[in-house]
């Protein structure tokens, strides 16, 4: 798997989707147990997971016996968990993949939303919204059509 950097990010690209995570290229990456991944679907919205092991699970409830967290680790939860059975980012890879490849990403995980393509506020009022102005790079995203731009 071909791993590329692109400034604080770590890069994995595939037919579907595209992976980026911050991670210490110099480490083993086949060790990882606990990665949140930004998602990037071809064609499609980007999403954000939290990627982690049953073992990286455990160790944090065992942490928090201890810290007295989660009521004394009596309870774990975290929103956009995806949980692979074996540690490392080939694992974690193959699991997004599976979300992305049987459709289920959009369920297991939230849309990050585009700060250059927000959905309008609503106001209570009934007055337009106002929205602030966000500097945002010339567009190179496929997914609007032409007349957008």
Do not use: H
């Amino acid at each position: 798997m071909k791993i590329t950097q692109d400034g604080p990010f770590l890069v994995v690209e595939r037919e579907r989707f595209v992976a980026r995570f911050s991670a210490d290229p110099s480490s083993d990456l086949e060790r990882l147990q606990d990665q949140d991944i930004y998602v990037t679907v071809t064609g499609g919205p980007t999403y954000y997971a939290t990627v982690m092991t049953l073992q990286a699970i455990d160790a944090a409830l065992r942490r928090w016996t201890r810290t007295g967290e989660a009521a004394g680790g009596r309870y774990f939860w975290s929103t956009d968990l995806v949980i692979t059975p074996r540690a490392g980012i080939t694992a974690m890879i193959e699991a997004i993949d599976g979300l992305v490849r049987e459709g289920e990403i959009a369920q297991a995980c939230q849309i990050v939303p585009d700060p250059c393509n927000p959905p309008p506020p609503k106001r209570l009022d009934g007055l337009p919204p106002s929205l602030p102005q966000i500097q945002c790079p010339p567009s190179t995203d496929t997914r609007r059509s032409s007349a957008a731009r």
